[in-house]
């Protein structure tokens, strides 16, 4: 699996759409002729992916935002957008 | 209370410029008029109402429907991810804008090989030069493109250059999906049915792409499954995830259902979606696994494949509640063993095309 550049800017790839499932309440990811459900970690993750924020950017604010080691928190982020990057569900802007 | 459905596809008209001897449309329509826009309307609340997710708008051509914008619109404000699955004949650049404007999330355009003159007689029209314009066209609306090729004896050999193609027109997605043997594709199956040796090709040369592509596009290769051993896991099991409305308005399990001689399919200008998907006859009689015979019924199996497709059991052994005969364990393996046997003997490219329904607009 490719390790995100952590300079590189996440972004949702044009096609593919977040919501939450109304039969279930649980974030889901759609695209064409699939549904990927969200765990509560790449949940968090995926709504600030914004096209604008780098990916230390991101480890940085989920740094202030939860009191989780900047270990931990880089290991999830990379881990989840390198996993969305293989199923092409988002693409990294330089 | 069963399953709820996580997709609906549906099929606004049979009318459709191309005439590709494959397409999945009955090869008799039923009769009727087009459901109307508000008739579409009322059926993707529903289908949203059900817990659907996805919608799929395919045809037929879709685009042949003026009120296609519209429709996507009604879709988007019900919540449902809409895909339009079209030939792009039609797709012209103000149209592909008003689609955008709507709030179409996704396009898959079929292309019918990568070379002009041989796309051209498989769509038997022009359609080759048509659809590279519906790639600008949608490339200027800024919508993604998604590539759909069906493979079959007479293009399978150049599924190399056939992905060269999607790669150079910037797809994002590929779907390369063999002829299913059903309506059309059931009809001329003698012309298309590849050889065991081109499936084995092209199988190496899917997957050596697929790696290759890995993160740039996602490339989908469904195989035939006349070469499987074991069957398809059907619609990923009969009334249970998926719904499709047709041009007329019948609710049908699977697109294909129509094949299967005494079932009679409800309408949505009859009953709602949610009573049919719930009550109706024709998404009870598969159900589960308690309509199931031998050797289904006892296989460690029978959760995951579903016994296989019910269309291609009724279509080749007569009898919609038996095995799939693709399936090894089949009693009627020897059906689809003998037809492989004959694949080669007729020549390509003598199919019957597909015609138009006259009587449906």
Not at chain 2, 190 to 218: C, D, S, W
């Amino acid at each position: 699996m490719n390790v995100p550049d952590p300079q590189s800017r996440p972004a949702l790839a044009p096609r593919v759409r977040l919501r939450a499932d109304p039969v279930t309440g649980e974030p889901v990811l759609l695209y064409p002729e699939g549904i990927l459900i969200l765990n509560p970690t790449a949940h968090e993750i995926v709504t600030r992916c914004d096209g604008e924020i780098t990916v230390d950017g991101l480890i940085r604010l989920l740094y202030d935002e939860y009191e989780e080691s900047e270990e931990t928190l880089r290991h999830d982020v990379l881990e989840t957008l390198a996993d969305l990057k293989q199923r092409n569900l988002i693409v990294l802007a330089p | 209370m069963n399953e709820r459905p996580y997709a609906l596809l549906a099929e606004l008209t049979y009318r459709c410029p191309l005439h590709c001897p494959y397409c999945s449309n009955p090869v008799r329509y039923p009769e009727g008029r087009e459901l109307s826009t508000e008739d579409w309307r009322r059926v993707f609340s529903e289908a949203a109402a059900l817990g659907v997710l996805h919608l799929g708008l395919s045809g037929g051509e879709p685009l042949a429907r003026q009120d296609l914008a519209e429709l996507v619109g009604a879709a988007r404000r019900a919540g449902l991810y809409t895909n339009l699955i079209t030939s792009g004949l039609g797709l012209t650049a103000p149209r592909a804008r008003d689609l955008r404007q709507a709030g179409l999330d996704s396009v898959q355009i079929s292309f019918q090989a990568d070379d002009p003159a041989l796309a051209n007689a498989i769509a038997g029209t022009k359609a080759h030069d048509l659809k590279l314009e519906a790639v600008r066209a949608l490339r200027e609306a800024g919508l993604p493109l998604s590539l759909n090729v069906v493979l079959h004896r007479a293009n399978i050999e150049r599924l190399e250059q056939i992905i060269a193609l999607a790669e150079k027109l910037g797809a994002d997605r590929l779907e390369l999906a063999n002829v299913q043997y059903y309506g059309w594709g059931k009809l001329n199956q003698a012309q298309l049915l590849p050889t065991r040796h081109q499936v084995e090709t092209a199988l190496a040369t899917a997957l050596a792409a697929k790696e290759r592509l890995a993160g740039r596009m996602e490339l989908i290769y469904v195989l035939p499954d006349y070469y499987e051993e074991r069957p398809k896991p059907c619609m990923q099991g009969w009334g249970r995830r998926y719904l499709t409305v047709n041009p007329v308005g019948q609710v049908l399990p699977c697109p294909n259902a129509a094949g299967i001689p005494g079932l009679v399919f409800d309408s949505v200008r009859e009953r709602s979606l949610a009573a049919i998907w719930q009550e109706s006859e024709s998404f009870n009689r598969f159900r589960g696994t308690e309509w199931m015979s031998l050797p289904c019924r006892e296989c460690p199996q029978k959760e995951i494949d579903f016994g296989g497709c019910r269309c291609q059991a009724a279509l080749l052994t007569g009898n919609p509640g038996a095995t799939d005969p693709v399936c090894m364990l089949s009693p009627d393996r020897k059906i689809i063993d003998q037809l492989l046997d004959q694949v080669g003997n007729e020549s390509a490219m003598t199919w019957k095309p597909r015609n138009n329904p006259l009587d449906t607009f």
